[in-house]
């Protein structure tokens, strides 16, 4: 994110988080797509901790998901953190990250999604979400940030934004049997993704963060629906 104007408070912040959530993702991600026999993870901070037992679920076609505040900073960050074994093709993943019907179909109270702007492989996504008593508004920039399936995704903040902070990614990895498939075959995935937000603290966060906190649970699912065919 070097090549984005932001203040070092606020990069800083960011790459906090980002390393709050990275370093969770390998006790999971590289077992399961190396093939590995299910080993004790490293212990992590809690209650974010791969058992062995959650690897074998995610190998079974399960997902496992984590979702937390987290003390980041001067105060508690939203954290999700999700494995998912997924059959579906790397195209539809990719239409997943830029098309804005799935936001409203993925991202849970996401009342209208739209296409703010595109550049080469970057699109910018604005997005409305809440209920009729809090809405809240941002454009999220969501970039490829290379040709192994790793999307990026965090709020630009030359756009009006109602959530202080998001920042967040999405990996798409080929499991053993379905390497070498072109973009549109269908195959087995481990999907991993992860979302650290920042309400800003005061009054909002303490009267939505456990509610915001449940409804997160749900992408997991919705997700599945979306990107998996019919069968």
Same mark, same amino acid.
């Given at each position: 994110m070097r090549? !984005? %104007? $932001? %203040?070092? *408070? *606020? $990069? *800083? $912040?960011r790459l906090q988080a980002a390393r709050v959530v990275l370093a969770l993702t390998s006790a999971v @991600? @590289? %077992? $399961?797509a190396a093939a590995e026999p299910p080993r004790p993870a490293a212990a992590a901070p809690s209650p974010f901790h791969a058992s062995a037992e959650d690897l074998r679920r995610v190998a079974r076609g399960e997902c496992i998901s984590y979702v937390a505040e987290e003390p980041?900073?001067?105060h508690p960050r939203m954290v999700l953190l999700a494995y998912q074994k997924l059959r579906t093709s790397r195209a539809r993943l990719a239409q997943a990250m830029t098309d804005p019907s799935a936001y409203t179909t993925v991202l849970p109270r996401t009342l209208e999604a739209h296409v703010q702007r595109r550049r080469g492989d970057t699109t910018w996504i604005g997005l409305t979400q809440g209920n009729g008593f809090v809405q809240l508004r941002y454009v999220m920039q969501v970039e490829p940030s290379d040709d192994r399936g790793l999307y990026r995704f965090w709020i630009d903040e030359r756009y009006a934004?109602? !959530?202080d902070d998001a920042w967040g990614f999405l990996r798409l990895e080929p !499991? %053993? #049997?379905? *390497? #070498?498939l072109r973009e549109d075959q269908i195959g087995d995935y481990l999907v991993t993704y992860g979302l650290v937000f920042d309400l800003g603290g005061g009054i909002l966060q303490s009267m939505f963060s456990q509610r915001i906190l449940a409804v997160l649970r749900t992408i997991p699912e919705r997700l599945k629906r979306y990107v998996e065919p019919a069968p």
């Open positions: 090549h !984005l %104007p $932001l %203040p070092n *408070r *606020r $990069l *800083r $912040l @991600a @590289a %077992p $399961l980041i900073a001067e934004h109602d !959530l !499991l %053993p #049997g379905s *390497r #070498g």
